[in-house]
């Protein structure tokens, strides 16, 4: 009678173990593109407070210099909307749609990634 009580009472579910693995892989995964997120921000960050000490004049730059950074903070923001993308699924794919600033720009995206690359592909 008292086991019977115990088991009614106390009884304790059994885990789905598939289950809990596949959310921590999911977890793991997301958690992943949030660190490349903000690596990405952080690089992005770095490269303008670069670009802010060289428009107040303590060295010389040149217009290699310009193009250089612009191109850099350019592949770090993309990088951050991919990432943005694998985060939430469709929520940020009109990133990608929108038309590139710098006529260069998408003709580097392509050249990099290939045409079939560019967008969230979901």
């Known amino acids: 009678m008292l086991h019977l009580l115990k088991k009614t009472f106390f009884h304790k579910p059994k885990r789905n173990v598939a289950g809990a693995e ?5 977890f ?7 660190k490349l997120l ?4 952080n690089n992005a960050l770095e490269i303008m407070a670069e ?7 303590t060295r010389p730059f040149g217009m290699t210099f310009v193009i250089s950074r612009c191109t850099r903070v350019s592949t770090s923001v993309w990088q951050m909307v991919r990432h943005l993308c694998e985060l939430a699924p469709a ?12 006529p260069g720009q998408c003709r580097y995206y392509q050249f990099r990634l290939g045409p079939s690359k560019i967008g969230c592909g979901r």
């Open 28 to 34: 793991r995964d997301r958690y992943h593109q949030f």
């Open 51 to 57: 670009m802010e000490e060289a428009l107040r004049g």
């Open 38 to 41: 903000l690596n990405a921000n």
């Open 91 to 102: 929520k940020y794919d009109d990133l990608f749609e929108k038309p590139c600033q710098h």
């Open 22 to 26: 596949e959310l921590r892989n999911a």
